[in-house]
């Protein structure tokens, strides 16, 4: 048997898109798992996606300054 790869959180009831990374299950690798105990998670695409909102000190996209 070949080793797992990330386990994801399965949607939540009723959901499409697993709560981790907001993919869908048919989108994921066939090697990854699921699960619904956190403590098993290993996905951490959202996590590291979630960063502070303002790290650019008012610099838009652009390069402008506000």
């Known amino acids: 048997m070949n ?3 990330v386990v994801h959180e ?3 009831v009723g959901g499409t898109c ?3 990374c907001l993919a869908l299950p048919a ?3 066939a090697a990854d798992l699921y699960s619904r105990d956190p403590d ?3 996905c951490t695409v ?3 996606a ?3 909102a303002d790290q650019d000190d008012g610099e838009s996209p652009f390069g402008w300054r506000g």
Do not use: K, S, Y
């Open 3 to 5: 080793a797992p790869g």
């Open 40 to 42: 098993q998670i290993t």
């Open 27 to 29: 989108e994921l690798p």
């Open 50 to 52: 979630e960063l502070p």
């Open 18 to 20: 697993t709560r981790c």
């Open 46 to 48: 959202r996590a590291a």
């Open 10 to 12: 399965l949607p939540p």
